[in-house]
């Protein structure tokens, strides 16, 4: 217990991780199809699409963290597959900013990519079912960024505390994840729920945010990354 106690300010970290995690552009792009798709529908999970998808999510990536921590398994890669790894993200970022960024200048109707999506079953991919919203978080999870994310994670945190560190370290994480996509999921479902003009304009204002996220983070990434090169 005391262990986990002096990693408090580690575990506050998590939950701040989370926070931000739960911006992801992808994250987003998500949860405004399924909020949308769920108000058409009358689904009764519409407001709630946001929670389903951070639970699975962040359960998925909880569950990864203990069992490479249990593990002792830190993911060890040859140094180029890890800038690789480190770099991916980054690209990643600038495509899908630069896509939204085509589509507001574009279109008159505005929908946000989801490049995540492309992986999912096509039953997933188009049901607003509290089962198939919450399974998409864990799929989404199940990318290589996220599990290797996760591994060195509940690496750290078990190197620190055991097992329940890294559960308490995921837990963090997934209560901060928790929080802005149940918010986002929230207003989405209310946006939508409105005439049709104000949630085509409501979906520009996210197309704009979702550019300034995905440009910014990604410098915000490469800064990051170059400080830390030799």
């Known amino acids: ?33 399924m909020a949308m798709q769920g108000v058409h529908e009358r689904s009764s999970s519409a407001r709630w699409v946001g929670a389903l998808f951070a639970l699975g999510h962040g359960l998925a990536i909880t569950f990864m963290a203990v069992l490479f921590g249990a593990l002792g398994v830190a993911l060890a890669l040859p140094s180029p597959v890890q800038r690789l790894l480190e770099w991916m993200p980054v690209l990643l970022l600038i495509v899908l900013g630069t896509v939204n ?7 008159a109707s505005f929908a946000p990519p989801a490049w995540k999506d492309r992986i999912l079953p096509g039953r997933l991919r188009h049901s607003a079912h509290p089962v198939a919203i919450f399974s998409v978080g864990i799929i989404f999870a199940l990318v290589f960024e996220s599990v290797a ?14 097992a329940m560190a890294a559960l308490v370290a995921g837990l963090a994480f997934t ?11 929230l207003l989405m479902a209310r946006v939508f729920s409105r005439p049709a003009g104000q949630g085509r304009d409501y979906r520009r204002v996210v197309g704009w945010c979702m550019v300034v996220l995905s440009y910014g983070v990604a410098l915000y990434t490469i800064a990051d990354l170059a400080a830390g090169t030799p």
């Not at 106690?5 to 405004?32: E, N």
């Open 1 to 33: 217990m005391m262990e986990i106690q002096a990693a408090a300010p580690s575990m506050a970290l998590m939950f701040v991780l989370g926070l931000r995690h739960g911006l992801a552009p992808d994250h987003i792009a998500f949860i405004d199809g």
């Open 101 to 107: 960024l085509r589509q507001l200048l574009r279109q």
């Open 149 to 162: 994310q996760a591994a060195s994670w509940g690496y750290a945190a078990s190197a620190h505390g055991g």
């Open 175 to 185: 209560a901060g994840m928790l929080i802005t996509d149940t918010a986002d999921g």
